[in-house]
């Protein structure tokens, strides 16, 4: 495949809009021309997913390092593991490479009321369902009582500490900006608690944005994915609900100091974001389509990060292709609250690195880019209708700029 220099990609767009009929349209981005931002994130060749940002200071880099390697730990029972449990290793969901998603599926269950009320079901051990259980203890198994079942992939952590580096009143502001210019479309902030801090702070990790801050959810994940207990996350999760199993526990106590939680929230902070793939005629013309059938009114192209202690992710203009807020997605909800999300509502997917991914959408129920926007519902029927109603070659177009991404 032919590739071009950005010049080159300037020249061939006036060429693209003609061959599309479209013009740009009005931006939905909160960034400011006049910002001050010190530039774009450096990208990195595609061979090199998993690796730290490039030029790193030396201590930021070891710290990259040591957290890299308590991700890759296997934890053990006598460590604190369990006693209810999905993986022994962060590693183990996120991996192909590491830092990736290979697809691993959990299990979300609740029962919805008569009067229309979500119930987690947090006394039978919802809403997350550990399928592991150490020597003593069973897995736990979805209630037969349960009338919300859902299965979630687990995400990529690429490039997650410059979503973390995003203000709050960034991603406000995109959603005011978007219920002026695109209403109908126009997404919510998830509020929700920080623990450390506790104000309430917009969400922006999990696939309902129900975690707000890098370090809540490395927190969130020792406990709820390993059963490792640490300062934030205290209390055991009850097997099945059943609290007085908890007797039996090899270990009772804090499992972890905290020591462990940083160095994961270190590695995931200065993870590289994914590169992004080659740019021909064809992607910049999908570029345009992408725009016109209006996709990147969710699927924000750039968003800017604030002052952050840590250089590579100060200050920097970056393109995850998401607002990271909720949008109602009709039938392609889960059917899971968390926080102020809805059953209905998803957090706005990232579509950068998207073409490392061998299963799409929350569920991993699409295989396919023209699968995953086919089963858009809700706020996304209809830029899904327009993409179906698009010719061969637009709807070509648009799929190699999405994979380029």
């Known amino acids: 495949m032919r590739t071009y220099s950005w010049s080159t990609c300037c020249a061939l767009t006036s060429i693209a809009i003609a061959l599309v009929g479209c013009e740009f349209p009005q931006s939905t981005s909160p960034v400011a021309a006049d910002s001050g931002f010190t530039g774009h994130v450096e990208a990195l060749s595609a061979l090199d997913l998993g690796e730290p940002f490039p030029r790193l200071r030396s201590d930021e880099l070891a710290r990259f390092e040591a957290g890299k390697d308590e991700f890759d730990e296997v934890e053990t029972v006598e460590e604190g593991l369990g006693p209810v449990f999905n993986e022994a290793a962060c590693s183990t969901c996120h991996t192909n490479p590491i830092g990736g998603s290979n697809g691993r599926l959990e299990t979300r269950f609740g029962k919805l009321g008569a009067d229309g009320v979500f119930d987690p079901m947090a006394t039978l051990g919802g809403s997350l369902l550990q399928d592991h259980g150490i020597p003593g203890y069973n897995a736990e198994v979805v209630p037969t009582d349960a009338t919300v079942t859902a299965g979630r992939i687990t995400t990529q952590l690429f490039g997650l500490g410059l979503v973390d580096a995003v203000p709050d009143e960034e991603l406000l502001h995109l959603a005011r900006i978007q219920a002026v210019n695109t209403p109908q479309t126009a997404g919510t ?7 450390r801090s506790g104000l309430m702070r917009v969400g922006r990790f999990g696939w309902k944005a129900q975690v707000p801050t890098l370090f809540q959810f490395s927190g969130d994940a020792y406990l709820n994915e390993m059963g490792i207990t640490n300062p934030e996350f205290p209390a055991e999760n009850c097997p099945q609900g059943d609290c007085a199993s908890l007797v039996y526990n090899p270990v009772p106590g804090l499992n972890n100091d905290g020591d462990g939680v940083a160095a994961f929230n270190d590695f995931m902070t200065l993870l590289a974001p994914p590169s992004r793939g080659a740019i021909s005629a064809q992607v910049v013309t999908g570029s ?16 800017a990060t604030g002052p952050n202690p840590v250089k590579a992710v100060s200050q920097k203009l970056f393109h995850p292709y998401s607002d990271f807020l909720l949008h109602d997605m009709g039938s392609l909800g889960d059917g899971i609250v968390q926080g102020g999300a809805t059953g209905g509502q998803m957090r706005t997917a990232p579509l950068w690195g998207v073409r490392t991914r061998a299963v799409l959408l929350h569920d991993g129920r699409a295989t396919t880019i023209q699968d995953a926007i086919a089963a858009h519902d809700g706020q996304g029927r209809l830029a899904r209708d327009r993409f179906l ?3 061969a070659t637009a709807r070509t177009a648009l799929i190699a700029f999405v994979r380029s991404l």
């Open 288 to 303: 345009l389509v992408f725009d016109r059938i209006g996709c990147g009114s969710c699927h924000t192209p750039v968003l």
């Open 189 to 195: 902030a998830n509020i929700v608690l920080e623990l």
């Open 389 to 391: 109603g698009l010719s």
